[in-house]
């Protein structure tokens, strides 16, 4: 397999990983949030995300450089973090609460730091970068605005989440980077 190939590949599984985060929305509106319907597409969501989103640095890592990496490295520590607590949840047998705690209490801020830094971080660096199409971090941008969004439960992020990797996982696959901006390296990842 040449490198062309692994990027085409984990840009599949990005668009695989969004699908499934996507997924976790109908089934917290259907069966309720934290539902074991739910909880299931958030850990194929987490363990696709930690394994597919460092492709989305490597096809602009030129133009990101090590801030870049760090940013990318923070998405996915956060993904780890979050797939481990998520697996908890289905080893105590589901609509478990997290016990109080320094662990649980350390893995939610180093989930939530690696995740939220990182993906501010990687939406102003794609942004300057060019390498993307422009909406692509303005949907990263999306995701961290719908964090906030003044729902109860809101279950919408989830969607927003996965839309942002199923777009990203896109234009890797489709090939509808930018080479110009990109230059000789994004001609190095021909697919």
């Given at each position: ?151 109860e439960d809101n ?24 080479k110009k901006t ?7 990842l021909k697919m």
């Open positions: 397999m040449n490198l062309g190939q692994l990027v085409k590949t984990l840009g599949w599984i990005c668009v695989l990983a969004g699908i499934a985060r996507i997924g976790m929305t109908p089934t917290a509106i259907i069966w309720g949030t934290d539902s074991v319907q739910e909880l299931t597409f958030g850990l194929i969501a987490c363990i696709l995300m930690s394994v597919g989103t460092i492709v989305t640095y490597m096809v602009q890592s030129e133009e990101t450089g090590g801030i870049g990496l760090i940013a990318t490295l923070g998405i996915i520590i956060g993904n780890i973090v979050t797939t481990a607590m998520v697996w908890t949840v289905f080893v105590f047998g589901g609509h478990v609460e997290m016990p109080d705690g320094p662990v649980v209490t350390i893995s939610r801020v180093v989930s939530m730091a690696g995740f939220l830094g990182g993906t501010l971080v990687f939406a102003y660096l794609t942004f300057r970068a060019r390498v993307f199409p422009r909406w692509v971090a303005g949907l990263q941008l999306a995701i961290v605005l719908s964090m906030f969004l003044p729902l279950q919408w992020f989830a969607a927003v989440w996965g839309l942002a990797y199923v777009g990203m996982g896109y234009c890797i696959v489709a090939d509808r980077l930018n990109a230059g000789v390296h994004a001609e190095g």
